[in-house]
């Protein structure tokens, strides 16, 4: 769907999140800055929509934008659960998922295989396992992706 798609660039600051409670706000381990791009139909083609308000929800926080925009997102360590955007165009809301991305098990997942065939790649394997369930998951670092993007005419591309 977007693999076409050019957009403009943001120079806006990121938005900032509302937290519901003190703990949400004192336990955050970094900010991830996600872009939020709405999409729309027009003469059959994916064009961005802008000016669309959305409303961005996780555990513990929100957030209420214009998009296109920017918005920094709380990430913890140890668990971030996934969290999820909502944008309203003529009276119809358009939920999309922002998954939370595990950045310590993609880590470990992408180290470089050795050359050694079979026996080293079975030996990758094994050393890979062995650091996922040595490791202490409470220390993991999470990340979300850089733009999500709401078709807001889900049903057509």
Same mark, same amino acid.
């Given at each position: ?46 064009? /961005?929509?802008?000016? #669309?308000? !959305?409303?961005? +929800? $996780?555990? &513990?926080? @929100?957030?209420? =934008? ?14 971030? /659960?996934?969290?999820? #955007?909502? !944008?309203?165009? +003529? $009276?119809? &809301?358009? @939920?999309?998922? =922002? ?31 062995? =650091? ?26």
């Amino acid at each position: 769907l977007s693999a076409c798609m050019q957009y403009e660039p943001l120079d806006t600051p990121p938005e900032s999140v509302r937290f519901s409670s003190r703990i949400a706000q004192q336990n955050v381990s970094e900010y991830a800055i996600v872009e939020i791009r709405t999409l729309t139909q027009s003469d059959g083609k994916t064009v /961005e929509a802008k000016g #669309v308000p !959305c409303t961005i +929800n $996780g555990i &513990g926080y @929100s957030a209420g =934008i214009v998009s296109p925009a920017r918005v920094s997102l709380p990430t913890y360590l140890g668990k971030t /659960e996934d969290a999820s #955007v909502t !944008c309203r165009l +003529n $009276g119809a &809301g358009v @939920s999309q998922k =922002i998954p939370a991305i595990n950045a310590t098990v993609e880590k470990i997942n992408s180290a470089q295989s050795s050359s050694g065939g079979l026996a080293g790649a079975l030996a990758v394997a094994l050393v890979k396992g062995a =650091i996922k369930s040595s490791r202490d998951a409470t220390n993991d670092k999470f990340r979300y992706s850089d733009r999500v993007e709401v078709n807001l005419q889900p049903g057509k591309k």
